[in-house]
């Protein structure tokens, strides 16, 4: 006859589920796993039978796994026996508090009310969690405050700008120094998406304070200050070039000439098209709706950095003792990072060129496909992703995926649910052709604790 399982008393599920600690979790007396045995039955909930033979059993380090509908339920055990929490000898990223650490000590659960944290542990919480971040963020807005502050104060006291300063008034500084700060986030924009070397930063002791895991979301605050920066720019040299057209009693159309048929202003407008359309079809919504669209108008940032090059050629600003204020060299601004980037593409190139076998794939429920693959000279380790090309779907398209696999199994795999266009063509392809599968190049792993 087979015992009836039951089901844990509350007190007993509540004390497992819920850490003493959060900043140091103690071994629980049992874990909850999705594994199956070797007869591929379905683990659940260890039961716990509070009995004299059982709590004897229990103090013991047993890791035998009972399969549901055994008669052997004295010996609480799991399949992969009591987990290890001791030290990793190895470096890993900061310990951040997920959703079901809120919810485990809001008390929902169980009943049990949340311990009081103090002030010095609520700090510790804050800067572990948030506190790098908010400090990278105060950083980068102190830079463009200083450099803004410096360059307005450049501009507005130096003697050779009188005659600029008579003729234009107060936009000829704000100009100068909004093009100041652009010069400095045009020369950060690609540093964030050097991906190969953020990996090694990541297992780097600088990971413990500097939030590299953030790094698309820097990326996106540089962006943002481009676009804010360049309409202030704008701004400042439309009043600029009205006040010059109404000097040399030029009018409206002297104004319209200045802004479309000089070199700076030709270029400066492309510039601001090829932001605003980077900035559109990079919202999270736009580029959920079509990741093509968003892919192939990012990389328009190579005529952006083109254009901007130009921009700086022309000698249209002078200073009073007739020599040119602009040098011509606005390329050294993003130069640096563009070499750093345009390694790592390369790098990326060079990975998607090893041998990669597609093994299995696996359709899973609500339109979600497993593919499992041996790709060579790869090591993983928690928490990577890589990116996956198709020639069969696109030539150019790198699209990110985590993978799903341990770092102690045999093979790599991801889980794509196929709702775009991108992943429903995969998923056809994959289902249909089996020469096209050979074909599919992943570039990676690269390591990140979070990507968007």
């Known amino acids: 006859m087979t015992d009836r399982l039951s089901l844990p008393p509350k007190s007993f599920r509540a004390s497992f589920l819920r850490p003493k600690s959060f900043f140091r979790q103690a071994p629980p007396p049992a874990i909850r796993t999705n594994a199956t045995t070797s007869d591929n039955l379905p ?35 799991t399949l992969l026996g009591t987990p290890d929490f001791r030290e990793p000898k190895i470096p890993t990223s900061r310990f951040r508090r997920t959703s079901l650490d809120r ?20 700090f510790r919480v804050w800067t572990v969690n948030q506190g790098a971040a908010h400090v990278v963020v105060g950083i980068f807005a102190v830079v463009h405050a200083l450099l803004f502050s410096l360059a307005f104060l450049h501009y507005h006291k130096k003697d050779y700008y009188n005659n600029n300063r008579q003729l234009f008034g107060l936009t000829f500084q704000l100009a100068r120094a909004s093009a100041e700060v652009l010069s400095f986030d045009v020369a950060l924009i690609l540093l ?28 996106k605050l540089v962006g943002y200050s481009l676009v804010l920066f360049s309409i202030v720019h704008v701004a400042a040299h439309w009043n600029n070039l009205l006040k010059y057209a109404r000097f040399y009693d030029g009018g409206f159309k002297e104004w319209l000439q200045l802004n479309f048929l000089t070199g700076p202003g030709w270029s400066g407008y492309l510039m601001i098209l090829i932001l605003l359309i980077m900035l559109l079809t990079a919202i999270d919504r736009s580029r959920n709706a079509n990741y093509e669209r968003f892919w192939y108008t990012h990389h328009l940032f190579t005529l952006f950095f083109v254009l901007f090059s130009i921009h700086g050629c022309f000698c249209i600003l002078k200073k009073d003792t007739g020599e040119c204020a602009s040098t011509g060299s606005f390329y050294k601004y993003w130069v640096f990072g563009a070499v750093l980037y345009l390694a790592e593409r390369i790098a990326r190139e060079v990975r998607g060129r090893h041998k990669t076998f597609i093994s299995k794939v696996i359709q899973h429920p609500a339109n979600v496909v497993e593919i499992q693959m041996f790709k060579e ?76």
């Open 43 to 77: 683990m659940h909930y260890i039961p716990f039978i509070s009995s004299s033979k059982s709590t004897s059993n229990f103090s013991s380090a047993s890791s035998t796994p009972t399969p549901l509908g055994s008669s052997a339920l004295s010996t609480p055990a």
């Open 192 to 219: 964030p998406m050097c991906r190969t070397i953020l990996s090694y930063l990541r297992e780097s002791p600088l990971n413990g304070i500097i939030p590299f895991d953030k790094n698309v979301t820097f990326h």
């Open 377 to 452: 000279k790869t090591k993983l380790k928690p928490g990577q992703y890589i990116f996956l090309n198709v020639p069969a779907v696109s030539a150019w398209q790198y699209h990110p995926f985590t993978i799903t696999s341990a770092p102690e199994e045999d093979h790599l795999s991801i889980h794509v649910r196929t709702v775009g266009n991108f992943t429903k063509e995969l998923g056809e392809i994959l289902g249909a052709n089996e020469e096209a599968e050979k074909k599919t190049l992943p570039s990676g792993p690269h390591l990140s604790v979070k990507q968007d």
């Open 103 to 122: 919810l485990l000590d809001s008390g929902q659960l169980g009943g049990i009310r949340p311990r009081q944290l103090g002030a010095l542990e609520k």
